[in-house]
């Protein structure tokens, strides 16, 4: 997988005592989080219950620019070849895992990070353990309860929304020009409560309601994403492919029959399928290089969350090369589900539509094992706490535009994606 560490490097990795041992049923995973860690050093990567939660930090890496992927794996790679791993459990995401999360952009100013915990506590088909790095004790923490925010206050971000939704018609007005064939605009907006943002609360509440999601949080960045980028597990890749969406009617008010006519009108909706075939195409030009043999549904299913419908269609493949799963992550980043097409044009429209800095807002989010396993989602439906301020917290979301695209209800659909982190931010 990777080349052996310089002398100099090697000299500077951290030596890592790794211990995984397996674990009687600990209950609901994101309350075992203890309370009173800063908001960067609480991990989460849970959906159904399952997956890993973790916190601390055993070694960390900021990285940036172009490299940003090659420096968080160079430095992974040396890390897992210096470290005394016991793992009994040996399974994807038991012994050596760090948690990751990458900004969207290389010339961000906000950079990227890789984490290891001190402490995970991970669930996979029944079976849990606990990892413990560099510590003695492998006692888990007291369970105590999260703190709701109170006296939340909302304000626009770089763009209000009516200016958000000019910049749609501009878009629009550019594709119909022939520029470029789609593009994803999104939005920020900035929500400040009078404490302290406990990132324990915000995760109960994505992964309670928001089940069929990955509940992440890693470095501040907490949300709640429908869209796996990449999964890369003994040799079987998959990856979520989502674009194309529909609003549902009100939170909890659809009926069955609702929801049936409106899947049924997003599977037949030319404007959606099109923005889907975009995305799928993408993600596809991207794994190739890297598998064998790929299996692509020729058409997408409707995956149905509380707040919005969405077109998806599950890509597979035949790992070939042993590419890692940061190394896939960084192939596929930016897929046209979040970027355009084609992309180095669509990014460029994105500089001079959004007026803001993505930060890590649609960027790969996740974990990687010792074995270059993991899971990397799309970070989407989600927010970063700022470190500096941890009262404030920045909330995105975004929209695929195509040719058919109307300005109106892209804005609308953006409410709806912002829906979760602004209830999630709520005390009831
Ligand atoms: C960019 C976002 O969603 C993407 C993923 C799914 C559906 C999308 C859409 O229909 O526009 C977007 O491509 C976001 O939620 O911020």
Known sequence: MSLSPSPADAARTPHLRVRTQELADPGDLVSLVPAGRPAEDVMSWVRRGEGLVAWGRAASIATSGDER???????????????????????????LVAFGSFSFRNSSDEGSALVVPEMVVGRRGGRAWLTTINRTSDRLPDVTPALAPTGVEARDGALTPAQWRSAVS??????????????????????????????????????????????????GLVGATPELLVRSEKGLVTSRVLAGTIRRAGAGASSEEQDLALAAS???????????????RSVEAALRPHCSSMNVPDAPFVLNLPNVLHLATDVSGALAGGASSLTLAASLHPSAAVCGTPTNEAALVIDELEHMDRGRYAGPVGWIDAAGDGEWGIALRSGQIDIENPCRIRLFAGCGIV??????????????????????LRDD
């Open 403 to 424: 040719a058919g695209s109307d300005p109106v209800s892209e804005v609308a659909e953006s409410v709806a994606k912002l829906s979760p982190m602004r209830e999630a």
């Open 266 to 280: 997003l599977a037949r909706s030319s404007k959606d399928l099109e923005e889907h075939e975009y995305a799928v």
């Open 69 to 95: 992927f090659a420096d968080a794996e160079s430095w992974w790679d040396a890390l897992v070849a210096a470290a005394d791993v016991e793992d009994e459990v040996a399974l994807p995401g038991s012994g």
């Open 170 to 219: 501009d878009a629009i007005e550019m594709i119909r020009t022939g520029r470029i064939g789609k593009v994803v605009l999104a939005r920020d907006e900035i929500h400040v409560a009078d404490a302290d943002i406990d990132p324990r609360w915000l995760l109960t509440r994505l992964a309670a309601r928001y089940r069929d999601t990955w509940a992440f949080a890693v470095d």
